[in-house]
């Protein structure tokens, strides 16, 4: 169990160095095709992590949807615009400095976040004076595991979206139709 | 009449405004795709919407009149008063930004009848964000409306400024986008629901987190872009000005109701214990916002940004309610919306009915002598102006002297002397409207012949103007509603005490 | 669980798509590091669902499709100001200022 | 009767929507546009006069007209709207309607030849209904009204004639002056709202003296603040600046409303709200002391202008100084009785003067002469063509010198008594009682020399100009006569004790004023000889600045300011004629002129209060406003940028 676990841990951050480094990659290379690349990549790591959280049915969608059709999206409209390459504008600096600063203030703010453990959460949400057995307060955290042994990966998410989440379920076929329509009268060349 | 949400007809029957004006916005849809040729095909395109808007408001009226109400948890979608309010808020502006659109679309050669489709659309999208009763829904309806009106600010394609209005809207917005699901994600993590009710439970019952602070600070930041509250408004005067100006006004009187709605509704029933630590924030927001938004305006030129820097200042006084977090803050909000929508309506349809087929944007001395020659309209843009102004008489008068009275009664004196020297300085900018209208001569023989003034138009604008005045001297059947409404806020009872 | 090292390189992530939007001047680029920043709050949201149940999970379904439209939208968009001034950078768009 | 007392505002309202929707479709209907312009301020004074007789027969003082619920806050407490007619409100609707009918009948005549002549008479009507409004208001808030819309209508009067840029412009720093004052008002009203929990007159009465105690801060503030508002309405030190810019409207206009009726409001208002006042003695002090300083640096600069309405305006904003200086010590129905004797004769000083530009205009433009008809010294001699103008405005000067028994007298010296008493107590009103007197003897000065540059001497504006010089028609002229029998008997309503009177209107107020009169120390009263001597001070300070203003003004050459050079010679002579007076000019009058022109007008004036105070606040705004604009630099890496820092202040802010 012990060797299980530091394998999983190991794994993780194999994998999360992968995705943070895709990460910087993409955001710095020049070339936009290089990025949208490095994007997909970073994805792919996601995808992996996501099935190291026991969500495997959202990693497999990850690859198809977001890493397949919405990159894709992507590398074509990219292709499509023909754009070069343009080189770093070195004097642009201060906007890098002030940038990444920024984003290195926003992010010490939320990488302590770090902190949090499954004991930690458990004893801010429940009531109950400390200490606090995660598995009596989220239930679900096992229940998860045996849905999925149970219903499978995507009867686990199916089965509530249908039911409990059929409002927003409903929604979001109103969110494709606008983007649908939008996209149609925005891209097309006459209408 | 009890409705039980988590079963599929009552969520049908729940969600019956939204749904009706979906399916005429299919319906509308239906007709464009085989009429999308003419002015003819537009106007009638045009008329459908108004009725789905009708058909809407009318569901909305049944369900408030026959008081619907959630059995037990209010799952999703809320059922309250303050919904029903908003949806009627929201519906009437978006049937006058449609009936605004009409002429000027056909005008301004934008012959694509799938605008009102979209402006449908983006309606219910507001709609469910000013509903919502869970963070789900809440996301959802605000990325259906956000969509949507990043291709109504982008709609005019022939139009450099248009396209860069849409570009920049969009980027920005989803950037806040992430912010804001951020928030929603770290708020979930925090208490391990969605649900507005449960989660302000469960923040009742425990002492704020690290995680509960960080989501509700994320979760502001979303709500401060989309009310353009300093500093996340520099996208407002560039896409106010670059947006089909009927879509502005309906950004700017809309769009931003629906966030405010919304704001409103979230610190009332998902925040309302961790008010010590959101009010600073809005404190902030609030004076900066005000500040900043009037000062700007001075130096404006162009009318429209005038008015975007015009409609950040004012959402600025709008955070002065939400600070103050009561059922008076909660009635100020819907009063000074009710206020504003109506006067920056009108104020956007005269201002659509003086710009030129093709001209870029009308500037302040575009209007110099426009009483002589178009005198109704000329009054009726100085009665708005004089509304957003807050002078005593107009509806917005009344919708300030809500918010100021509001902010007092919860204990805060410094927010309402900075909106005061706030209001001060917008003399110096709603004033030159009413100045060079009404006391310059116009600059050539030729200014102001070319206005067009389209019956439906000028019906609209009509009505809005004499609400204002109506308003301003008489407008305790508005007021009544709306305390009655805004009390129905709080009074959601948890079925379901903390776990 | 790996609660906390998850929710840690989410932040990062978040951070790195933030800088990106932040130092970047080709739109369809800074819209990538937006889509990078929605990926990094999945994985808060995946985190977390592994305690609080599925309901996490399904969020995360509800983004995808988002941003799925987001993506058609933008394009959309890019590719109409592209028409316009036959590029995407965005220093160069600035016809809307002061 | 009394509950009918919106008819008063209703007919002008009727009015001011007819006459401009005239104005939009049948501008040259100039009959109809009279009709009705002058016919709804008849039928609204016919309803002044029938209100007050009925409240004179009523025994409540006060009598709340209801009309409908405005502002609903809770369910106990509500913002009616709905008048107050009592013994103050009921005396300024008569004084309204009565003088502000006159002056639409004399506009009548005045404006005849103008194109904007029914939007005038909508304006016109407009103010009336804003003007009511704020007299009648039996809260704040409903005063408030009032009192931004008599400012609205008073900005869109001075730039009536829209052509002339500096008119709109004058209009403009009208307007701002205004607003500056206006936000004190509404500082005040929040700050009631906030200690009293109600803004109705009465409640505020009632309650002010059970929650603050005397000498308290916080009405203090209140008091302040609201004073700040009426300095800025009826321009006083130091937002006076305005007034002088806008006699730029029409000379009816300044009559109405730059004189008898708007600029009053501040003096109403502190009457109104006098138990706060009165809780707060510095703040009464503070009254006192702008108005008389008001009184004296206003009179000080009306000695040296020329333009004939300049001198009249600002004759008005030290007349406006008299009155504060009446309220500011406790002596309210003093105040209220110098308003109403000022409104008679001021307006009758205006228009007089209208009729004076009106006849010289008419002249000039028919001799195709380029002079200005506002410039006293293309005037003089008049009195031969004009004998009712000039025998009119001969009553005004005596009445607003202070010459018993004309009506200004009375009203003047009872502030100057007030003054001086209270200065037995409090050295302070001893030197406001100085000024004021000071200013007594300027007034007189400068209106002798405005009667007799204007109507004595030899006409200066050319032959050819004054063989078209005639007296105005009868609706022009006729007003006059009513004003001018009005400026005469107008002390009777208020006579002192020492000729036999019985203070009427003293006596009238005194319900409103109760309050705050119960909380001030009586006003000790002066004994019969020390009252003589006051008395014959203020008579000798009125008839040595009568005679000497006329002395002065006809010995010296007045050069015309398109003077031709054969005239010059005759001019030099009498100049050297009369070196006495050089010696006069030089020792006495040069130092007044140059500190009246100089330091007052110019430096302090124009510069200090005018380009410092307003002008720079404005540019200090407008620059933060374009750097505002200069962040909006269009990039969107800048925008969120400027969002980014937004995101981590907000979270800092909550993550400590």
């Given at each position: 169990m012990a060797s299980n676990v530091t394998v999983t841990t190991v794994i993780f951050y194999v994998f999360a160095v992968w995705a943070v480094g895709s990460a910087l990659l993409c955001i710095t290379r020049s070339n936009a095709l290089a990025s949208a690349l490095w994007l997909v990549s970073t994805m792919f790591a996601l995808a992996a992590i996501f099935v190291i959280l026991q969500a495997q049915f959202i990693a497999a969608i990850q690859v198809l949807v977001y890493a397949g059709a919405v990159m894709v999206l992507f590398l074509f409209v990219i292709m499509l615009l023909n754009l070069e390459d343009v080189p770093h504008d070195w004097k642009r600096w201060p906007a890098w400095v002030v940038g990444v600063g920024l984003a290195a203030v926003l992010g010490t703010t939320l990488v302590t976040l770090h902190s949090y453990t499954p004991a930690r959460l458990a004893r801010e949400v429940s009531t109950m004076p400390s200490p606090v057995d995660p598995r009596l307060v989220f239930p679900e955290g096992n229940a998860l595991a045996v849905a999925t042994a149970t219903q499978g990966a995507v009867g686990s998410v199916a089965q509530p979206l249908f039911q409990g989440y059929l409002i927003p379920f409903e929604v979001t076929s109103v969110l494709l139709l606008a983007a649908v329509v939008g996209a149609v009268v925005l891209a097309k060349k006459k209408l | 009449m009890p409705i039980d949400l988590s079963s599929p007809g009552g969520a049908t029957l729940a969600l019956l405004p939204e749904l009706v004006l979906t399916f005429w916005a299919l319906v509308v849809l239906m007709y464009v795709a085989w009429h999308h040729r003419d002015g003819h095909d537009m106007r009638t395109a045009g008329g459908l919407s108004i009725v789905g808007y009708i058909f809407a408001a009318a569901a909305t009226a049944w369900l408030a009149w026959r008081g619907a109400r959630p059995e037990g948890l209010s799952f999703m979608i809320a059922l309250d008063g303050f919904r029903f309010a908003s949806d009627a808020l929201l519906l009437w502006i978006a049937a006058a930004v449609a009936i605004l659109s009409v002429r000027w679309l056909i005008r301004q050669g934008i012959l694509a009848p799938e605008y009102y489709p979209m402006l449908m659309l983006a309606t219910v999208g507001m709609m469910l964000l000013a509903g919502a009763a869970d963070l789900i829904t809440l996301f959802l309806g605000l990325e259906v409306m956000s969509i949507s009106v990043y291709v109504l600010a982008g709609f005019d394609r022939t139009r450099r400024a248009s396209a860069e209005a849409a570009l920049k809207y969009f980027l920005i917005g989803a950037f806040a986008s992430g912010f804001l699901l951020y928030g929603i994600a770290l708020t979930y993590g925090a208490t391990g629901q969605f649900n507005f009710d449960l989660i302000g439970a469960q923040f009742a019952a425990t002492p704020p987190t690290l995680m509960a602070k960080l989501g509700m600070g994320l979760i502001l930041v979303g709500f401060a872009f989309k009310i353009a509250a300093v500093p996340f408004h520099a996208w407002a005067p560039d896409v106010y000005e670059g947006a089909p100006t009927p879509i502005t006004a309906f950004m700017a009187s809309g769009v931003k109701a629906a966030a405010f709605l919304a704001l409103v509704r979230v610190l009332a029933e998902v925040f309302p214990a961790l008010v010590d630590l959101w009010r600073p924030v809005i404190f902030g927001l609030a004076a900066i916002t005000i500040l900043v938004g009037n000062l700007t305006a001075l130096s404006q030129t162009s009318m429209k940004r005038m008015l975007a820097y015009s409609a950040i200042a004012h959402a600025g006084y709008l955070l002065l309610a939400v600070w103050a977090h009561s059922d008076e803050g909660t009635a100020a909000v819907l009063i000074y919306l009710l206020a504003y929508s109506v006067t920056i309506v009108a104020a956007f349809g005269i201002l659509a009915s003086i710009e030129r087929a093709g001209a870029r944007t009308v500037r302040?001395?575009?209007?110099?002598?426009l009483f002589s020659v178009r005198p109704f309209a000329s009054i009726g843009l100085s009665i708005c102006m004089l509304s957003l102004l807050g002078f005593p008489g107009t509806f917005g008068f009344i919708g300030k002297w809500y918010l100021l009275s509001a902010a007092l009664r919860a204990g805060q004196t410094t927010l309402p002397v900075i909106a005061m020297v706030g209001s001060a300085i917008s003399i110096g900018y709603y004033l030159p409207v009413v100045l060079a209208m009404t006391l310059k001569p116009a600059r050539t023989r030729q200014a102001h012949q070319t206005i067009r003034f389209p019956r439906p138009a000028r019906i609209a604008v009509g009505i809005c103007v004499f609400a204002i005045l109506l308003l301003g001297v008489w407008p305790n059947t508005v007021l009544n509603f709306a305390t009655q409404t805004a009390v129905q806020l709080r009074q959601s009872e948890l079925p379901i005490g903390p776990r | 669980m790996l609660l906390g090292p998850s929710l840690a390189l989410s932040a990062v992530l978040f951070v790195l798509g933030v800088a990106g939007v932040l130092i970047r001047r080709n739109a369809i680029v800074v819209f990538m590091c937006v889509e990078l920043m929605l990926n990094a709050v999945n994985l808060t949201f995946i985190a977390l669902a592994q305690l609080h149940g599925v309901s996490g999970q399904i969020m995360v379904f509800f983004v995808m499709t988002v941003a799925a439209a987001e993506a058609a939208v933008g394009l959309a968009i890019i590719l109409a100001i592209f028409r316009h001034t036959q590029s995407v950078d965005l220093t160069h768009i600035n016809l809307l200022r002061g | 009767m009394v509950q009918l007392v919106w008819l008063a505002v209703a007919f002008p309202l009727f009015g001011a929507v007819a006459n401009a929707l005239l104005a939009i479709r049948r501008p040259a209907a100039k009959t109809a546009v009279s009709i009705i312009g002058v016919g709804v301020l008849a039928g609204a004074f016919v309803v002044a006069v029938g209100v007050f007789n009925a409240l004179v027969h009523d025994p409540r003082p006060s009598v709340p007209v209801v009309l409908w619920h405005w502002m609903p806050v809770s369910e106990r407490l509500s913002i009616d709207f709905a008048f107050r007619v009592d013994h103050l409100s009921a005396i300024m609707l008569l004084v309204i309607t009565g003088v502000g009918g006159l002056i639409h009948l004399f506009s009548v005549g005045y404006m005849r030849s103008d194109p904007g002549y029914a939007r005038y008479f909508a304006y016109l009507n407009l103010f009336i209904v804003f003007m009511l409004v704020l007299v009648l208001g039996a809260s704040l808030p409903v005063s408030f009204i009032g009192w931004e819309g008599v400012g609205l209508c008073s900005y869109l009067l001075i730039g009536f004639w829209y052509e002339i840029d500096a008119n709109s412009d004058a209009g403009k720093k009208a307007f701002l002056a205004n607003r500056i004052g206006d936000f004190g008002v509404l500082v005040a009203m929040f700050l009631l709202w906030w200690h009293l929990g109600t803004l109705d007159f009465v409640g505020i009465t009632m309650r002010a003296g059970a929650v603050f105690p005397i000498g308290s801060s916080a009405a203090l503030l209140i008091a302040l603040a609201l004073f700040l508002g009426c300095t800025g309405k009826s321009a006083q030190i130091p937002l006076y600046v305005w007034l002088p810019d806008a006699m730029a409207g029409p000379t009816p206009v300044s009559a109405l409303i730059h004189a008898a009726t708007m600029v009053t409001a501040g003096v109403f208002l502190v009457v109104r709200t006098a138990s706060v006042f009165a809780l707060a003695p510095v703040s009464l002090e503070v009254v006192a002391v702008v108005g008389a300083l008001t009184a004296f640096v206003a009179a000080s600069i009306g000695l040296r202008q020329y333009d004939i309405k300049k001198v009249l305006a600002y004759s008005t904003v030290s007349q406006l100084g008299y009155m504060f200086l009446g309220v500011g010590t406790g002596a309210f129905a003093s105040g209220i009785f110098h308003l109403i004797t000022h409104a008679f004769f001021k307006a009758l000083l205006f228009l007089g003067a209208g009729s004076v530009i009106h006849a010289l205009h008419h002249a000039f433009h028919h001799a195709h002469s380029d002079a200005d008809?506002?410039?006293?010294?293309?005037?003089?001699?008049?009195r031969r063509w004009m004998p009712w103008t000039f025998s009119l405005m001969l009553v005004a000067t005596l009445a607003i010198s202070g010459v018993p028994p004309f009506s200004g007298f009375f009203s003047k010296d009872e502030i100057l008594g007030a003054a001086f008493a209270r200065g037995t107590q409090h050295p302070i009103y001893l030197v406001c009682w100085a000024l004021a007197l000071g200013a007594a003897l300027m007034t007189a000065f400068y209106m002798a020399r405005l009667l007799a540059m204007t109507f004595l001497g030899r006409f200066r504006g050319g032959d050819k100009a004054a063989e078209y010089l005639h007296d105005a028609p009868w609706t022009m002229t006729g007003p006059l006569v009513v004003l001018g029998l009005l400026s005469v008997l107008g002390g009777v309503i208020n006579l002192p004790h020492f000729v036999g009177g019985t203070g009427w209107l003293e006596r009238w107020l005194a319900p409103v004023t109760e309050t705050a009169r119960m909380t001030m120390t009586p006003l000790p009263e002066v004994e019969g000889a020390s009252a003589l001597l006051l008395i014959s001070l203020a008579v000798a300070a009125a008839a040595v600045g009568l005679i000497g203003g006329w002395w002065v003004t006809s010995r010296a050459t007045i050069l015309t300011p398109a003077q031709s050079p054969e005239e010059h010679g005759f001019w030099r002579a009498v100049y050297h004629k009369y070196y006495v007076d050089e010696l006069y000019q030089k020792v006495f009058v040069n130092p007044t002129v140059w500190l009246s022109r100089r330091v007052l007008w110019q430096t302090v004036d124009a510069f200090l209060v005018d380009r410092l105070g307003v002008g720079g606040t404005a540019r200090l705004a407008e620059g933060l406003g374009w750097l505002g604009s200069r962040l909006q630099n269009g990039q969107v890496a800048f925008y969120v940028t400027m969002f980014a820092v937004g995101a981590v202040l907000i979270l800092r802010t909550l993550v400590r």
């Open positions: - | 302040l001395t575009d209007l110099e002598g | - | 008809a506002q410039d006293m010294r293309n005037m003089g001699g008049l």
